[in-house]
């Protein structure tokens, strides 16, 4: 969110919920998701950013969707680690399953590397093979080795990889397929940017959007975006001079003390969410109010992770609908 609020403060218009059925050079058309209801939006320039769905909006286009599965783990079940651990893979060189401590009673420990054939789901199923894999990797370390009914809840996304195999091919596998981005422009016009990192999430967009002035001939100037702070940014010094909980102050930089502001005329925001876990109500509410949430799974699915374990999530949803009425 940091990222599209700073774009939307900058003058661009963020609709979210919102579906591109069919992309041309000139525009799209859409179907809002909470209503049902259709239209046309007209652009100068059309790029198609929908990372693994890529594939679903321009034709002769290629993605290779690859599974990567995290298991949820109770933090004090690995004895609350301090750091984070790089367990090789046995049997492989250079392949390593990470367990990562989330600092909120949690652990992920991931993930897998799996192709995805067929229909791209929106959300991908975790199997119980995935989840066996890790298992037994993790248990490769540990004297006690966790249980399967001691995984608290899994999640899993899809990577968009660019198939560049010949057609009819084998292919390589998934796990060697590179991670670098494509920026592919289609006969009609419609830009695509497809592949790439989170990391070189600035490099891909800028690409982007140099290919679509190009093919538009759109008058631009340089990029100002290497040097643009996101909403929120500061220095660490500026940071630590904050008058707001640590925690806040991390996740949501210069803005921690704004949030942290509700729970203080509103006690009753200062509570947790659910018990044992730190996010509190103050956040739900600011998420709606400031990060565009709409529905309760933007609450517990996409501006916080309490629904990556599925008890937590029923016990949280309550919650998420009264801040949504609140808002
Ligand atoms: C399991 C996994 C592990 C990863 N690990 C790393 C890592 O360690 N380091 C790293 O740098 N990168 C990692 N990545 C890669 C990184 O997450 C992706 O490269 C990045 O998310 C791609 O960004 P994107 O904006 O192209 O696509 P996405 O982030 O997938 O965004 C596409 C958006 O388009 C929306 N959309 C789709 N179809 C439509 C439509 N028809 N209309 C409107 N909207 C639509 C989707 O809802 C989504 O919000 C990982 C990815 C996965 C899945």
């Known amino acids: 969110t940091a990222l599209a ?18 992309l041309a050079a000139g525009g799209a058309r859409f179907r809002d998701e909470l209503t049902g209801e259709e239209g046309e939006i007209r652009a100068r320039a059309v790029v198609n950013a929908t990372g693994v769905w890529a594939g679903g909006l321009v034709e002769g286009l290629r993605v290779r969707p690859s599974r990567g599965t995290h298991l949820v783990l109770r933090s004090r079940r690995l004895g609350s680690l301090p750091a ?28 897998t590397d799996e192709p995805v054939e067929g229909e791209i789901p929106d959300e991908p199923d975790v199997p119980e093979t995935d989840i066996g894999f890790l298992l037994d990797v993790l248990g490769s370390v540990l004297d006690t080795p966790v249980r399967r009914d001691e995984v608290d809840g899994a999640f899993a996304g ?33 830009v695509t940017v497809v592949g790439g990192k989170l990391t070189t999430y600035r490099r891909m967009a800028e ?3 140099d290919a679509a002035v190009a093919a538009h001939r759109l008058p631009a100037g340089p ?9 929120g940014a500061a220095e660490p010094a500026a940071l630590r001079r904050l008058p707001a909980p640590t925690r806040l102050v991390r996740r949501y930089g210069t803005e921690a003390t704004a949030v942290h502001a509700l729970a203080e005329r509103d006690r009753s925001l200062a509570e947790p969410v659910i018990p044992g876990h730190p ?23 996409r501006r916080t992770r309490i629904g990556v374990v599925p008890h937590d999530r029923a016990e949280a949803l309550e919650t998420a609908r009264e801040m949504l009425a609140r808002g």
């Open 5 to 22: 609020r700073t774009a939307a403060a900058h003058g661009a218009r963020v609709l979210t919920r919102v579906r591109a059925l069919r």
């Open 84 to 111: 984070g651990l790089h367990i090789p893979v046995p049997g492989e060189t250079n392949r390593f399953v990470l367990v990562l401590p989330q600092g909120d009673g949690r652990t992920y420990v991931g993930l």
């Open 158 to 190: 899809l990577r968009p990889l660019l198939d560049t195999s010949a057609p009819g091919s084998a292919g390589e596998r998934t796990s060697d397929i590179s991670r670098r981005h494509a920026v592919l422009t289609s006969g009609e016009g419609v």
């Open 207 to 209: 690409d982007a959007v």
């Open 223 to 231: 990029s100002p975006t290497a040097a643009l702070p996101l909403v």
């Open 279 to 301: 996010v509190t109500r103050a956040e739900l509410l600011w998420a709606v109010r400031h990060e565009a949430a709409l529905v309760p799974s933007d609450l517990l699915d």
